[in-house]
């Protein structure tokens, strides 16, 4: 079954600093990949997703997110911070061609700083 | 279009009593999933519907559980004896096809007293 590893329950980092969500699935088969977003007391918004083609794919607000097949790797990456940013981010996976559910990693609580 | 709707926003209930939660997908969108989320977890797959077919159901869910989508167009999620584990955020989501990603209701937020 796959499973979703979000390296890290929280990144703190400081206004206009980069900043980088790792993400690690764990099947070899064919994925489709996705992060999503949750602002405080708000439901979950789809940042981006990579289907397939072009392994760097560019989401909203600024994010990308680039897909490694040998590192089963999703991470996401933004060069620059705003204190708006502060949400929680989460990876999520589904198999191409499989079940259509689904499965998210436990998520990472981003804080931006002043 | 509204997007993802969700009734209640919140419900309180005692150990033991029924619940039932509904949800109003957005009107186009064919593909319709339960999940749910507990403090400092993802969300869990619950259920989901193609048009008013329930395709696939987690192992996890007990059979104290259940969803329906007689019409195609909302669905309600029923738990039945409800227990003090019962206690998170039960989201709905609705999407048009695979590929395309989730949009996701702002939830129910269940606790079981």
């Known amino acids: 079954a796959q499973s979703v590893t979000q390296l890290d329950s929280q990144v703190p980092v400081f206004e206009e600093a980069p900043v980088e969500l790792r993400c690690n699935y764990s099947s070899s088969v064919s994925v489709y990949l996705f992060w999503y977003v949750q602002y405080p007391n708000q439901g979950l918004q789809l940042l981006l997703k990579?289907?397939?083609?072009?392994?760097l794919v560019k989401g909203i607000n600024g994010f990308e997110a680039e897909f490694n097949k040998s590192q089963t790797s999703f991470h996401l990456r933004k060069p620059s911070v705003h204190i708006s940013d502060t949400a929680e981010y989460f990876c999520a996976v589904s198999d191409w061609g499989g079940s259509e559910k689904l499965v998210f990693g436990k998520g990472t609580k981003l804080t931006v700083n002043p | 279009d509204t997007g993802v709707s969700q009734d209640p926003r919140h419900k309180i209930t005692k150990r033991g009593q029924n619940v039932t939660f509904r949800c109003d997908p957005i009107s186009e969108h064919n593909r319709l999933y339960w999940y749910r989320q507990t403090l400092g977890q993802g969300p869990e797959f619950l259920t989901y519907f193609q048009n008013e077919a329930q395709l696939e159901k987690s192992r996890l869910l007990s059979d104290r559980f259940s969803a329906e989508r007689p019409k195609g167009s909302f669905s309600t999620l029923e738990i039945q004896r409800t227990e003090q584990g019962d206690s998170a955020m039960y989201l709905c989501?609705?999407?048009?096809?695979?590929?395309?990603?989730?949009?996701f209701g702002s939830g129910t937020r269940l606790t079981v007293v």
């Open positions: 990579y289907l397939s083609g072009s392994t």
């Open positions: 989501a609705s999407s048009p096809g695979e590929t395309d990603g989730y949009t």
